[in-house]
């Protein structure tokens, strides 16, 4: 059987892990509320009326990816891309290609910085192959310009941080969001986690601490990871009500990829032709 991702990958090892996947989210979460496309989440008003929700159903929806047969895994990002329009249509125009890159470099650079927090450096093959695996996604989805290797990923990320990211009234409400759902000692863990996963440029835009604090807490977990004692450092990071869906991310999801809900990707589209979008202005 072929599957999208090869059942060796490092891609796989990442999005296999209850914790790489949070520490991943932590990260996006904070630089996606700096992203100058946020307002189009604002749009559908999903995001800041239940972000833990979301983060959920993002995950699963990009692990149904991950570890899916070749064919499954290119309908669900066809789904994908044909639902996005949707909103698009309602709002009079199109979603930019940057910022569906944007969507996609986050995802590339968390992954790497997860497993290198909790684990180790990545070896240059594994940088490779993570900005393979994720290129295939958007390139699948119509989206352009997307670099090919990682030399040319880490430049077109710089310059997407430069450009895209501003400090807005949706930042500000976006925190406090996520502290309203979190509640006060959540809310400092995550920025806690953030501060170690971001770039220094989302790191200063946030006031966000470097997290020095976490690291015997983190060491801790790391010499515990193989024991169910460890599920503790994951429950931490949410609500008592998502410990099951925490728990699952440590399993691989069935292969069977049911067709998305609307609030299952980072933005919303329908009616473009399957795997097709066009060039957005």
Not at 198 to 222: C, E, F, I, T
Request: hydrophobic residues 45%.
């Amino acid at each position: 059987m072929q599957y999208f991702v090869a059942p060796s990958s490092i891609v796989r090892r990442i999005w296999g892990s209850a914790d790489m996947i949070l520490f991943i989210f932590a990260g996006a979460a904070a630089e996606f509320a700096l992203n100058k496309a946020v307002d189009w989440l604002y749009f559908t008003g999903r995001l800041p009326s239940d972000p833990l929700g979301r983060l959920f159903s993002t995950v699963d929806y990009a692990r149904r990816i991950v570890f899916a047969e070749q064919a499954a895994a290119e309908k669900a990002i066809d789904t994908i891309a044909a639902i996005h329009g949707a909103v698009e249509a309602k709002r009079g125009h199109a979603i930019p290609d940057w910022a569906y890159r944007d969507v996609l470099f986050m995802l590339v650079a968390y992954s790497m910085r997860a497993f290198e927090v909790l684990e180790r450096p990545l070896t240059a093959d594994e940088r490779e192959e993570i900005v393979e695996v994720f290129g295939r996604v958007g390139r699948r989805m119509g989206i352009a310009e997307l670099p090919t290797d990682y030399a040319a990923w880490r430049l077109a990320r710089e310059q997407h941080l430069a450009q895209n990211t501003l400090l807005s009234s949706y930042t500000e409400d976006l925190y406090r969001q996520y502290e309203r759902h979190l509640g006060w000692a959540r809310f400092q863990l995550l920025r806690g986690v953030q501060g170690m996963v971001v770039p220094p440029s989302v790191r200063y835009w946030l006031s966000l601490p470097d997290g020095a604090w976490l690291q015997p807490p983190l060491a801790l977990y790391r010499a515990t990871r193989g024991f169910a004692l460890s599920q503790w450092a994951k429950n931490a990071m949410l609500p008592a009500e998502y410990r099951d869906r925490i728990k699952a991310l440590d399993a691989q999801p069935a292969e069977a990829t049911p067709p998305p809900s609307r609030g299952s990707c980072p933005f919303h589209r329908t009616g473009r032709p399957t795997g097709v979008r066009q060039r957005a202005a």
